[in-house]
């Protein structure tokens, strides 16, 4: 049993030696010359933003990337020093303590640049490093290429601004159509040239998240962005092997009380599952609050896509293995019965051999739903710690 989590009904565990694997296998993969942005949005998907930053930094990546500027603010309140970007647009109040803690901003409007050299005059600061966000088909942030020289034209209109950057978001890398990539490309070599145009050229182009450093090397420019890759997942099984990377993400409860039902008995709400035999059952202290069995609503796109996810549905209902609800009690498979509900979880745990209060289970979960103020207990490298997210 993992002693630092001794006394935890439930938590996520997350390996410090395969987060700073994972960035030297990207390093590997990608060469010297690209800058590598560690992507920690989303509390670096459920993982914790600034213990996985210091360890992203600590195994080689160069600077951090992140969507808000609060999340950027958590980081340099934890000691963070590096280049951090900030990848969506800053609100309106925003702008004053993006330039007090020393975030990049990405910038797509004259608006945003005006109100970003304000602040700056505001702090007397110089050479304030900018981006220029483009947009080429994501349809979310960003100026169109026919624009982008007449924004930077703005930036460099205020001697207190650097513009030290481009860079776009591409929609179809991680789906396998290559056609779109290449047509995004396209359009943002055509505002990259339009920005040099208009007073010179820019050091750091990018546009490769995760799946796009994977298939498209030939577009890693002069900075790569990576997220998914870095915590342990391929975006595309086609990519699986390219870059050996490990998991580093767990979540985990232990149980909680054990009990035999007899034939015919409820199990949870609305007895959704009735025992046909004598059971034994696990009982776990975790639930769909902390975000077991949470899950997007599948909404299907075309007639095909509604096929699958009714067959899916189906399939589940009638119990496949693969697509049954499942969680691992003492490295053994166990079956959840009935409904997850609020904080409590039954399993069943008939014929399991030597299972106990107490014994740790792992969870299948998205990292990203599960609950923000979860306990994240941290192994490996720098020994153990328990902290909780922006802590």
């Known amino acids: ?68 500027v609060s999340e950027g603010i958590i980081l340099r309140e934890g000691g963070i020093t590096a280049p951090i970007l900030v990848m969506g647009p800053a609100l309106p109040t925003e702008w004053e303590a993006l330039v007090h803690y020393g975030l990049t901003p990405s910038v797509a409007t004259a608006a945003g640049v005006a109100r970003l050299a304000a602040a700056v005059q505001s702090q007397d600061c110089r050479g304030f490093a900018v981006q220029i966000k483009v947009e080429t088909g994501l349809g979310r ?43 995004q490309v396209a359009r943002f070599r055509e505002a990259v040239r339009r920005i040099e145009a208009a007073g010179g050229p820019v050091a750091i182009k990018h546009v490769a998240n995760s799946a796009a450093m994977l298939a498209f090397p030939e577009y890693h420019f002069d900075a790569v962005r990576v997220g998914t890759l870095l915590y342990g997942q391929v975006p595309r099984t086609d990519l699986a092997g390219l870059v050996a990377v490990r998991e580093v993400w767990g979540f985990k409860t232990r149980v909680a009380h054990l009990a035999v039902l007899p034939p015919g008995h409820g199990i949870g709400y609305g007895r959704t599952f009735v025992t046909r035999q004598e059971t034994k059952v696990a009982v776990l202290p975790v639930g769909y609050i902390d975000g077991f069995q949470l899950e997007p609503t599948a909404i299907p796109v075309s007639w095909v896509d509604l096929i699958k996810i009714l067959g899916k549905i189906t399939l589940a209902f009638l119990g496949w293995r693969r697509l049954a609800r499942w969680v691992t009690v003492a490295g053994q498979p166990a079956r959840v019965l009935g409904k997850v509900a609020m904080q409590f979880t039954m399993v069943d745990v008939t014929g399991l051999a030597g299972v106990k209060v107490g014994d740790i289970v792992d969870l299948p979960a998205r990292r990203t739903v ?7 207990v941290y192994v490996g490298a720098a020994g153990e710690q328990v902290g909780l997210p922006g802590a």
């Not at 599960?370 to 994240?376: D, G, H, K, N, S």
């Open 1 to 68: 049993m993992n002693e630092v989590a001794r006394d935890l009904p439930c938590w996520v565990q997350v390996d410090r030696e395969a987060l700073g694997h994972n960035v030297r296998a990207v390093r590997q993969f990608i060469g010297e010359t690209p800058l590598l942005y560690a992507v920690v949005k989303a509390d670096a998907y459920g993982c914790g933003s600034l213990e996985c930053a210091r360890c992203f930094l600590a195994a080689g990546a160069d600077r951090l990337a992140v969507s808000y």
């Open 370 to 376: 599960t609950r923000a103020t979860l306990p994240r």
């Open 141 to 183: 942030t960003g100026v169109f290429p026919e624009a982008a020289g007449e924004l930077a034209a703005v930036v460099r209109q205020y001697p207190e601004l650097d513009l030290e950057g481009v860079f776009t978001h591409l929609a179809t890398a991680a789906t396998g159509d290559p056609r779109y990539v290449h047509h």
